[in-house]
Every structure is written in structure tokens, then in C-alpha cells.
């Protein structure tokens, strides 16, 4: 992460909030001063939304079933056979992480 003066007479701030195979940011700035405030403000955002970063869905697949039934299920003219037979699978795969199912495991 750095902020630099540019020959212009601008700062820019270049910086890689996630990481370094994360997003990079670049921004022109007047002062310096302004420039770390962007900085500062850039990772500090990254560390308070975990969706910028690395993280994990800790939903189990039951969790996203009843989500998806909730919001656009109930709508079907089939939704609760649908929503019934999904459970009886997620029952057989032992209710997994939602992030954690591959078609292996389904098929097994």
C-alpha cells in the first residue's frame, strides 16, 4: 500500500485492501493528507465487510432452502412438493454447509 506524489503535484493512493490477490484501488488526490484518510478509510471498510475479504458462508443448505422458499417458493404452484422433497434430500445428505456441497457428495 503506498501513497506517493505524482509529478504532477497529486498524491495517489494505490492500495490492495484484500490482499494481494484482491482488488486493486488507485485514487488521485490534492494532498497527502487526504490521500492516507482514503487509505485508512479503504482497509477499514475491507475489515468491517467480510464480503470484500476472505470469508465463509456459515449457512447450511437447509438454511438457503428455507430462504429460497421463503422469497420465491411459495409463489410456485408446486413450491411446497418442491420445498418438501429438497428437505428429504438434505435430510439424506446430512444437512451440509451450502458451500461445502459438490456434485460428488450429491451423487454419493
Excluded: Q
Aim: hydrophobic share 40%; glycine share 6%; net charge positive.
Amino acid at each position: 500500500m503506498a501513497v506517493r506524489k505524482l509529478d504532477t503535484g497529486k498524491w495517489i493512493c494505490e492500495c490492495n485492501p484484500a490482499g494481494h490477490s484482491g482488488r486493486r484501488v488507485r485514487k488521485l488526490f490534492a494532498t497527502k493528507s487526504e490521500a492516507l484518510a482514503f487509505e485508512r478509510h479503504t482497509i477499514d471498510e475491507t475489515k468491517a465487510k467480510p464480503w470484500l475479504g476472505e470469508s465463509v458462508d456459515p449457512r447450511t443448505l437447509k438454511d438457503v432452502v428455507e430462504l429460497w422458499f421463503k422469497l420465491h417458493g411459495k409463489s410456485l404452484t408446486a413450491g411446497k412438493h418442491v420445498y418438501d422433497k429438497l428437505v428429504l434430500m438434505i435430510d439424506a445428505l446430512g444437512n451440509p454447509l451450502a458451500t461445502d456441497l459438490r456434485s460428488k457428495l450429491f451423487a454419493h
